[in-house]
């Protein structure tokens, strides 16, 4: 799914990649204050969680187009994905408090969390459900497979991790390295375009993912099929 309409869907999630430039970068020279952009660092972090799952929702209706065979347009994806945009935004906000707050208690209960909430954003937009009756419904689609979604997750992070730190040791190792030991690519132009490169197909491909999960999960637990699920974009 993913490779057939990669460029398309590197769009969508390009776009949900760009917070991060929102925080300024150190001056060569000046004293380092931890806490002098931290305002605008928690508005990044809270704008990569809302626009992170709201293109997970856009390409959501991408994906399934895909996977019935059917031509993908741009434009029908941010319809579908903008028209659940408060229910998406709601649930967004909701399961990164809870996983957070969880993730205080040594990690784990976060990780739990976040497992059972695997594919809350399509549930949120296929069947039209409100943030907390999304969350139960993947709490619910999730039981008996928890530790699948564990091992896949793993599989697909670790690999991404590698591929980053070959990245940013290419690129320390041609832009040379900054302040603080922290590579000069973070604050180049190049830098900057390679990570935003990288973020969008790695969250394009893990929005992916998260969708044919879902389609799975439903099709192993109550025995229907993609145009069946889908029906509700008609």
Known sequence: VFSGIFLTFMVVTGIASLPPLLI???????????????????????LM????????AIVLYGAFQDMRGRPVSLA??????LNRFFPIIGMAITMGVG???????????GVILYMMW???TPVCVVEQLGPFRSLGRSRELTKGHRWKLFGL???????????????????????????LG????????????????WSAAWGAFYAV???VTYHDLRVAKEGIDTDQIAAVFE
């Open 153 to 179: 997750t793993l599989l697909i992070v670790l690999p991404s991790l590698i591929v980053a730190t070959i990245i940013i040791a290419v690129m320390t190792f041609l832009l040379g390295t900054g302040m």
């Open 76 to 81: 029908d994806c941010f319809r579908v994905g």
């Open 49 to 56: 969680i809302v626009l992170g799952t709201l293109s997970q």
């Open 118 to 120: 695997f594919v809350a």
């Open 24 to 46: 300024p970068k150190p001056v060569p020279g000046a004293p380092v204050d931890p806490y002098g952009n931290i305002g605008m660092t928690f508005f990044a972090i809270f």
């Open 209 to 211: 993912l998260i969708v």
């Open 99 to 109: 996983v957070m707050l969880a993730s205080l208690l040594f990690v784990v209960p």
């Open 182 to 197: 922290l590579p000069a690519a973070a604050a180049s132009p190049l830098g900057q375009l390679v990570n935003l490169i």
